[in-house]
């Protein structure tokens, strides 16, 4: 199969210096680098703010195929990208729920998460654009990797109905045993820092154990997302576009929703149909074509569902819990 896109040199490399300035921007400018709890303001800030940059980005890409390559182009693009970018930051969403598992386990003060999530979607990015052009070559070198995709796709949507409220234990968890048998790790934060030298000895704080854990789970769920998106679209810009915008987002997603985590508890329900049914989509593509637009339908349709039963249930429990 070959793989084409529409994205020029300059297009990929503009994007690109646009990311770099974002973070240095968060990191040098707007205090990423200093520790201070993110409040609900600020976090619901930066949702808009990443959610209007994705949809103008959007309707940029519209706008200059509309004018390069003809209207049939500019929708189908558009649309790939909207859907590949609904797709990735609903199953961003799973990421969150892990990080309030694992702030919560090494009882990481409020104050301290916003610098490590930072280097979390740093490495993110680093890790899903490697794994995007593995997945670019093999789709355009074996094309029926792609049904591979989606039967892994169907298996992990299975797999995540299953165990939706499993709750993993991380004192269990074998990086984590090995890190702590083969390191000197402090008792306490020192702050920010992921290593401190205490009598001459250099030891690695609780803090770096959180960044791992952190990027372990950015690993594993990129394994999931990066060919769900492959069912919309095959084009590496589109691919590489929609997942940064939804990375770049789930921090402040975090920062927004931690606290009412459990309020969203059938969400994780919603997220495993979602790749049951785009990997059912991929198995389907030799005998059923579906339109981009009618997988856009789908998905928001399942999120906004989850979203709603999950609100509406949490409100009916906390109606229950009062006293009569």
Known sequence: MSIESFA???????????????LALDLFVLGGNKAHRVSVKEAASWVVAWVTLALAFGALLWWHLDGTAGREMANRKALEFLTGYLIEQSLSVDNMFVFVMIFGYFAVPPELQRRVLLYGVIGAIIMRAAMILAGVWLVSEFAWVLYVFGAFLVLTGVKMLVFAGH???LEKNPLLRWLRAHMRITPIFHGEKFFVRINGLRHATPMFLVLVMIEISDLVFAVDSIPAIFAVTTDPFIVFTSNIFAIMGLRALYFLLADMAERFHLLKYGLALVLVFIGGKMLLMPWFHMPVQWSL??????????????????????LDRKPS
């Open 297 to 318: 339908l789908i998905v928001g349709t399942i999120i906004l569902v989850s979203v709603v039963l999950s609100l509406r249930l949490s409100a009916r429990k906390k």
């Open 8 to 22: 020029t040199g300059p297009m990929w490399a503009g994007f690109i210096a646009f990311v770099l300035a974002m």
């Open 167 to 169: 709750q993993p234990d």
